[in-house]
């Protein structure tokens, strides 16, 4: 079965250094990799995808993620953070049968001033 | 604009009673899911359709069941709702062929 692992429950940074938050996956077959996100009280909102192609993969808000097959990971990363990326960010991947998602457990991201 | 609208975000119910969710996307999608978020555990899949009066459980379907009588909604129904399925509840749709989920504002439920 698909599943993906965030191993953090939570990650702090000061406002302006580069963040990093981690995923691991396990798939059989090739991955379709997704970070969503979720703000309080809100749904979540699709970020960036990974299907196939470039490893590093750029999405909204200044978010990118890098693909790396030998480490099973999908990490997402952003250069300089802001207060307002505080948030729930989930990694999802999609299951090889139906078109649905298997997400990980979230991990909050606090950006202090 | 895409659109993932569910009727309620905030809903308090009592043990025992019967509970609907409804979900409407208006984009046209052939998937539809039903997500329950507690924290710790992220996202568990409860159930999905692929299509009209089609359904398959997730992970966790006990003590609940859908309805998609059509395209654009998918209600989830707490047959006797319990203190147990206090949570955040999600709805999501998706395209055939497309990867990327949807999702609605979430209905937090809470049952007393």
């Known amino acids: 079965a698909q599943s993906v692992a965030q191993p953090e429950d939570q990650v702090n940074v000061a406002e302006g250094n580069p963040l990093t938050v981690k995923c691991t996956y396990s798939v059989s077959g090739n991955p379709y990799l997704f970070w969503y996100v979720q703000y309080p009280n809100r749904g979540l909102q699709f970020l960036l995808k990974y299907i196939t192609g470039d490893n590093l993969v750029k999405g909204s808000y200044g978010f990118e993620a890098e693909f790396n097959k030998s480490q099973t990971s999908f990490h997402l990363k952003k250069p300089s953070a802001l207060v307002s990326d505080s948030a729930l960010y989930f990694c999802?991947?999609?299951?090889?049968?139906?078109?649905?998602?298997?997400f990980g457990t979230g991990t909050r991201l606090l950006v202090s001033p | 604009d895409v659109k993932v609208t569910q009727s309620s975000r905030y809903l308090v119910k009592r043990t025992g009673e019967k509970v609907f969710l409804e979900c409407v996307q208006d984009?046209?999608?052939?998937?539809m899911f039903w997500y329950r978020q507690d924290p710790g555990l992220g996202l568990r899949l409860i159930y999905f359709?692929?299509?009209?009066?089609?359904?398959e459980k997730g992970d966790i379907p006990e003590g609940y069941s859908v309805s998609r009588e059509k395209k654009e909604r998918f209600s989830l129904i707490l047959e006797s709702a319990s203190t147990n399925q206090t949570s955040m509840y999600l709805c999501a749709s998706s395209p055939w062929q497309g990867a990327v989920g949807f999702f609605g504002q979430g209905t937090r439920l809470t049952v007393v």
């Open positions: 359709s692929y299509d009209v009066k089609m359904k």
């Open positions: 984009m046209d999608h052939e998937n």
């Open positions: 999802a991947v999609r299951d090889t049968g139906f078109q649905k998602l298997v």
